[in-house]
Nanobody, 123 residues
Framework: QVQLVESGGGLVQAGGSLRLSCVASGRTFSNYAMGWFRQAPGKEREFVATITRGGATLYADSVKGRFTISRDNAKNTVYLQMNSLKPEDTAVYYC?????????????????WGQGTQVTVSS
């Protein structure tokens, strides 16, 4: 089992920044690809970004150039730095863990999920 706990969400004005953190416990963090997803009210949960065991990254087109995913294996933590935030970024953000050596983009590839953290961007 892997337990994931997100933090860092909040209310921010458009154009502002937030950094989300997700701390993992229970299994060897470095064995997992990590991802961030988000879900807005009335919408499906969608992929935001992922980072492989080796540190390679992949982003959704909607956040490319504005968001940065990173990981610190010594701290069992994955981060999502979000800059130039837009009102359409408002959602609950979830981190997830997938036991794969490559990229994991689909929700079904992820075995473990956090409880989510709310991000609200005002216009």
């Amino acid at each position: 089992q892997v337990q994931l706990v997100e933090s860092g969400g909040g209310l921010v004005q458009a154009g502002g920044s937030l950094r989300l953190s997700c701390v993992a416990s229970g299994r060897t963090f470095s064995n997992y690809a990590m991802g961030w997803f988000r879900q807005a009210p009335g919408k499906e949960r969608e992929f935001v970004a992922t980072i492989t065991r080796g540190g390679a990254t992949l982003y959704a087109d909607s956040v490319k150039g504005r968001f940065t995913i990173s990981r610190d294996n010594a701290k069992n933590t994955v981060y999502l730095q979000m800059n130039s935030l837009k009102p359409e970024d408002t959602a609950v953000y979830y981190c997830a863990a997938a036991r794969t050596s490559g990229f994991a983009v689909g929700k079904n590839e992820y075995e473990y999920w956090g409880q989510g953290t709310q991000v609200t961007v005002s216009s």
